[in-house]
């Protein structure tokens, strides 16, 4: 199910693909530490958290969000489920006991750098400090005052609590609250198109950081070169629009079966063990807990202002397909006999099928029918708004580009293009790249196009995410797009296009 997201992610990112999996594989080992049997042994679902969180984070230093975010999770419902509060101190002190040290002999382990040079692991999370930048510290000092009183108050609370108000009481109470809330979303996202999300460090663009500060405008500090504002004085309006762009951008970017079964997910449980007390017992807590973790770092990436695009956010895309297919599985499971389950498996695979063929000749994130293409395809020439979003790409175009030249253009040719070259060229095709980073005015792109090792060029290619924040780039696109001689379009969205270079030379000549 989760084909057309991986597949671009192994392609493009490779260091980013067991990253991903790792992550998964140790969220889904607290899950069984979490709805183990209390006779069963608990060390070794505590040890595998920490091992597959470590082999996560040596490859990708990003991911020790999500081992964050388990053991907060844990911390949380510890004194929920523990008889007092000196038996709640002692699971904690043993579940982070266990996962830090499990942890930290992995990462030794597996790095020869620390072999020879033991004390370098004390650099062990030296990478971690520039994606906090944003968290205020006053939140950060309130939950641990929140998560401290829980400790103290929880224990003193249980034995006065009602008998009615009991745990399934509270777990129906977070299912309707889910089955409402992911409804909502759904509806909003159909509803509400627009990027709400702009980018004030693209040079060129109308967005200039002294005027927003005279405005008391909201401006995230910089991260891996990008800083994110919605145009609001408030810093929790901003993580509030963030956070909805993060959720459409999930909505967007799934497998339309997927969708569905999300937003099923919640509502189809509860229908499900409406008369069947041990199905919900046994199973509410896993559905929770399967969606937690990616609650958690949705609502953490909005707060730190993290910049995001679908990419990044294959982790919780495979969570939350987990999450959807659970009840789905319970519901045919349960299925009564004139309904066969092979029929079910047999339509939910067509859907899938057909999702990944036709995410099939492309390396960028797929997109499912509920993104209007006319809103992202003008998101082309738009260098305010951060567009990453919804994920332009790194210039992959050029390889389809290169397809359609072997087959149309008069060979030898010679190609420019901005930022990739195809993964395969022909010999016949002699592609060169120009560097339009300093490029901010006409004078300087008539330097470009006219310098000597490119003037005789037969073609340029332009894609979308040089486009959207190098200056001359966007003006050819704006003043050009009709031009193109083709147009690199995959799922009904644009992501490149080819000028004949005369053509080019000529609109920009005077």
Known sequence: MNCPMLKGLVK???????????????????LRYRTASPSSSKVFPLASIGFFAALAYLEKDST????VLILLIETTLIPFSSADGRAALLRLTRFLGVVALSFLVTSFVASPLYWRHPREISTLFSSVGPYLVNVPMGLALLGTVVLASLY??????????????????????????LTAAVGVFAVLSVIFQENLIFDPTIAGNDLHPADLAARSIYVSKPIAFSSITTLDQSAWITHAKVLFGIIRTLFYTLPEITVVMIVTAAPLFLFLSRNDEYLFKSHAATLLLLMAVPAATLLAYAIGDVPFDPKYLVLVSLLLTIYGTFPALVALAKAPPRVPATTAYLLVTCAVLWTAFEAAPTNLRYKNILRDRTVENASAI???????????????????????????????????????????????????????????SLDDLRAILNATAVADSDFLVVSKNMANRRWCLNQILRQMRDKAVYVDRQQGFDYGWLFRYSDVQRTFQH
């Open 382 to 440: 738009d260098m305010n708004h951060y567009i990453w979003w919804m994920w332009p790409g790194w210039g992959e175009t050029t390889y389809f580009i290169s397809r359609y030249l072997e087959k149309n253009a008069d060979r030898p040719a010679k190609i420019a293009f901005d930022n990739r070259r195809p993964f395969y060229t022909s010999p016949s095709l002699n592609w060169i790249q120009l560097d339009f980073d300093q490029c901010q």
């Open 152 to 177: 103290i108050l929880v224990p003193m609370i249980r034995p006065v609590w009602p008998a009615r108000i009991g745990l399934p009481v509270f777990q129906k109470a977070v299912l309707l609250f």
């Open 64 to 67: 020790i969000s999500n081992a």
């Open 12 to 30: 493009v990112l490779k260091y980013d693909a067991l990253s991903t999996l790792f992550s998964a594989i140790a969220v889904l080992c607290y």
